[in-house]
């Protein structure tokens, strides 16, 4: 094989491979296209065909709406070498302050100019502005807790009564959706307009809460777990009947309906003598291997259908052995291996010889057979109001006096014998005694530190400590036990924080702005595109379509990484498109150069990707630098832009240097003497 077949077959290869990811790709990219595929063919053909994982895109702020806050803190007070652990302090308390406030991806930064620290919020999708505020600029908040001994309060007169009353309301609205069902109503189209209408037939019920779930099909349930009621009521009736009677549970009114049963199995009933030795699983007796073996063999020689549970009884170190033996129905995945291989290989009626398990040694006797089921069954469950719905739940801990007010600083110490870190704690007068009070009557007992109202230790109490300073020991690491003094401090250090600047953005206008960008690319691209297949003909449409490679490999890479797209970032994407083209058009230029004095198109490609090969390094190199510089010195709308264009612009490499010249290899026919019309390549002449 010569070598330019070769190399035209693993063109094809690469192109194939290439076309195929990039499909993959796409998929990953915009999944709808492939759900909708899949509806159609799971509605048509019958198929349960999945749809592909969906991975949200990253909104930045501008797109996705929310609020921009930047912070001065006031550091007048704090040492100058401390002020910039104090910042981190306060920026790592408000980052999870944020995060308990549900917003997702905050940015918070600490910023230091001309001797002012700033702290910055980026807080995306934030409806309620005001409250976000407020709880960000509130002082970081230290406690310290005790458990609740507290009983807990007991439902008032009252409050028995409208739970009755309201119950009561419930199940009859219950009693009449299942007379509509047994009469024959369809059983979804009731459950549906019960659902809708409950509310406002039942008087007091939208202030008292009553709600109904919706008819669910709960598919095959098989009488373990939360179903084990439905599964009772499912083998009284057969495969579309209504179970004549409410399913009343602690918390709810069941209406039934069987839809399907199938067998799944086989149960059995049986009974065992079980003898136990010393080593085997939950044994408390004193036999040895060999007496519990000559025991076994024992109650065989004796042992009758007859006189089965009195020798159980007699022999049986086993839970069961008051019962007789006695285990049940059960099937053969919840006995080990070994009990359910002789059980269930046995007739009706008969007794096993000596079978040894993890427990000890057995003998069974199987009583008796039967199919099991599994029920499809849809339900109409109305919800009752239990006492866990009028009372709160009880607090695990209650606030002392005792706060970050009277802490005085925190710092990592090294326990003196094993050296392992742990977090040394001052108090000030006033906690000194408060500190005494709560260790003397807590002795025995934890005592919780609560920064932000999440605790962050729980120590316990081993004796009255007076000397106004305790330490936190536990299963630290050494930066473990250096973030813990720092949040400490930042409680216990209050940096005053001042809201100095704030820009709220709609999400309305987010979208608009993210709809307009989008419409702007599409729009250069298609321009773009048209250009290169006008000018440069065939090579100017393998580009375009290498340039679509491109486009989802990067769409792709901010997906995956995920990279928060804003619209700076989009800006650089965008950019990074005619950086891609760039590429292509010096590499092109230099195609024709070649084609015009007449080289072979083979050489001429080769020489034309030679040859624009160090412009292309050069150009991209100096933008790649100046990316990095916009990325580690500029702010986050800076930042990312840097980041899209530096990542559009390693890929345009790829996309010029790789899949279009791939491409432009498959025009190449080895052997062939026939030459491609010039101006397919954007060539007037030839010289």
């Known amino acids: 094989m010569s070598k330019k077949l070769k190399q035209t077959t693993k063109a094809r290869i690469t192109v194939l491979f290439i076309v195929l990811v990039s499909l993959l790709l796409l998929v990953f990219n915009a999944p709808a296209l492939y759900d909708r595929s899949v509806d159609y063919l799971n509605d048509k053909l019958g198929t349960e065909f999945g749809h592909f994982v969906n991975v949200p895109y990253r909104l930045g702020l501008d797109l996705q709406g929310g609020t921009h806050l930047v912070y001065e803190a006031d550091t007048s007070k704090i040492e100058s070498g401390e002020k910039g652990e104090a910042m981190q302090g306060v920026r790592d308390v408000i980052e999870r302050r944020v995060n308990a406030f549900g917003v997702s991806e905050p940015v918070v930064q600490v910023n230091k100019a001309q001797d002012k620290w700033r702290i910055i919020a980026e807080l995306a999708g934030v409806k309620d502005v005001n409250k976000a505020i407020e709880m960000i600029g509130a002082t970081p908040l230290l406690e310290f807790k005790e458990q609740n001994d507290q009983p807990p309060r007991e439902l008032t007169v009252e409050e028995k009564q409208e739970m009755e009353e309201y119950n009561e309301r419930a199940k009859e609205k219950a009693n009449k959706a299942l007379q509509k069902a047994l009469d024959g109503q369809d059983f979804e189209q009731l459950s549906k307009e019960y659902s809708a209408g409950m509310e406002a037939e039942v008087e007091g019920a939208e202030s008292a809460g009553i709600t109904i779930n919706q008819s669910a099909n709960l598919g095959w349930i098989d009488g373990k777990g939360a179903h084990s009621q439905l599964f009772q009521a499912a083998e009284e009736i057969e495969p579309d009947e209504v179970y004549p009677e409410l399913i009343e549970s602690e918390s709810s009114y069941e209406i039934l309906k069987l839809k399907d049963k199938r067998q799944s199995g086989q149960e059995i009933k049986a009974s065992h003598i079980l003898v136990c030795y010393e080593g085997a699983s939950r044994c408390e007796e004193g036999y040895t291997r060999e007496e519990a073996k000559n025991r076994i063999q024992e109650a065989k020689d004796k042992v009758t259908t007859k006189n089965f549970a009195q020798l159980a009884e007699e022999y049986s170190t086993g839970p069961s052995a008051s019962q007789g033996g006695d285990l049940g129905w059960f099937d053969k995945e919840q006995m080990v291996k070994e009990f359910s291989d002789t059980a269930f290989a046995m007739e009706n009626g008969e007794i096993s010889d000596a079978v040894e398990t993890d427990f000890g040694f057995h003998l069974i006797f199987r009583q008796d057979s039967r199919g099991k089921y599994e029920y499809e069954v849809a339900h109409i469950s109305i919800n009752k109001k239990t006492e866990t719905d009028i009372l709160p739940p009880q607090e695990e801990w209650v606030l002392t006096d005792l706060s970050g007010k009277q802490l005085e600083s925190s710092r990592v110490e090294f326990e003196q014998t094993t ?45 009255e400590i007076t000397g106004g300073s305790a330490v936190i020991q536990g299963d630290f690491t050494l930066e473990e036990a250096q973030l813990l003094a720092q949040r400490l401090n930042a409680g216990a250090l209050p940096v005053p924080i001042e809201l100095v600047g704030q820009q709220t953005i709609g999400a309305s206008l987010g979208q608009d702005s993210l709809q307009k960008s989008l419409f702007a690319g599409i729009v250069g691209l298609i321009l773009v595109g048209a250009f290169m297949i006008l000018y440069y003909r065939l090579p100017g449409l393998l580009a375009v379509l290498a340039l679509g490679v491109y486009g989802v490999v990067v769409l792709f890479i901010f997906k995956s990484i995920p990279v928060t797209l804003t619209l700076s970032g989009i800006a650089g994407f965008i950019l990074s498109v005619g950086m891609a083209v760039d590429a292509n058009v010096l590499i092109f230029e230099r195609l024709k150069e070649e084609l015009k004095v007449g080289k072979p198109l083979g050489t001429a490609i080769e020489e034309g990707f030679k040859r624009a090969w160090t412009s292309i390094r050069d150009g991209n190199v100096s933008t790649l630098i100046t990316c990095f510089i916009l990325a580690w010195f500029g702010t986050s709308m800076i930042k990312g832009f840097a980041i899209t264009l530096g990542i559009g612009v390693l890929v345009s490499m790829f996309s010029a240097l790789v899949v279009t010249r791939q491409f432009l290899t498959l025009l190449v026919k080895p052997g062939s003497k026939k030459k491609r019309p010039l101006w397919l390549f954007g060539v007037k002449k030839q010289d």
């Open 419 to 463: 050296q392992a870190p742990l977090v040394a704690l001052e108090f000030n007068s006033e906690g000194k005694d408060l500190f005494a009070e709560i260790t003397k009557r807590n002795i025995g007992k934890p005592v919780a530190i609560f920064l932000d109202g999440q605790p962050i230790s729980i120590p316990r109490v081993n004796e």
